[in-house]
């Protein structure tokens, strides 16, 4: 088994989009190791995406993902980081597949209402962030 990170951001958990979001992982075959909802303040959004630290977004990024509160996961499965990112869709919803989680749930680019690791080392790095190895299951 592989697993993955992923993150509900604010925008859909503030429009009630959680329990959708996760059945559809649960119906693509994911199993969740660890969930928690959390809300970040700017500087631990600031550290989650460091490494778009010297983007032009990463202000409106990191405002965005302290506004509200987040749903943090560790899913599982075979294949995880490469069929969840097919599951989420494209970083803009206006060029993601129908059915994706983003196409079905974010209102634009940059509130896309998930994140999804782009790669087992990312994965790792990420779950570490938001949870002790205690908390997975």
């Known amino acids: ?17 959680i329990g959708a979001i996760l059945q559809k ?24 995406y460091e490494v778009h630290k010297d983007r032009p977004f990463f202000d409106d990024l990191t405002e965005f993902m302290s ?9 599982e499965k075979e294949n995880a980081v490469e069929d969840f990112r097919t599951l989420i869709g494209a970083t803009d919803p206006s060029k993601a597949e129908p059915g994706t989680i983003r196409a079905m749930f974010a209102k634009s680019v940059s ?10 080392e990312n994965a790792e790095i ?12």
């Open 67 to 75: 506004s509200g509160p987040i749903i943090a996961l560790i899913i």
């Open 25 to 48: 992982i649960e119906v693509a075959g994911f199993s969740i190791c660890a969930m928690k909802k959390s809300w970040l303040t700017k500087e631990q959004a600031q550290v989650f």
């Open 1 to 17: 088994m592989e697993y993955t990170f992923s993150m509900i951001k604010p925008g859909a958990v503030e429009g009630n989009n």
């Open 126 to 137: 990420e779950a570490d962030y938001f949870f002790a190895k205690r908390e997975r299951y």
């Open 111 to 120: 509130q896309n209402a998930i994140h999804g690791s782009d790669s087992i």
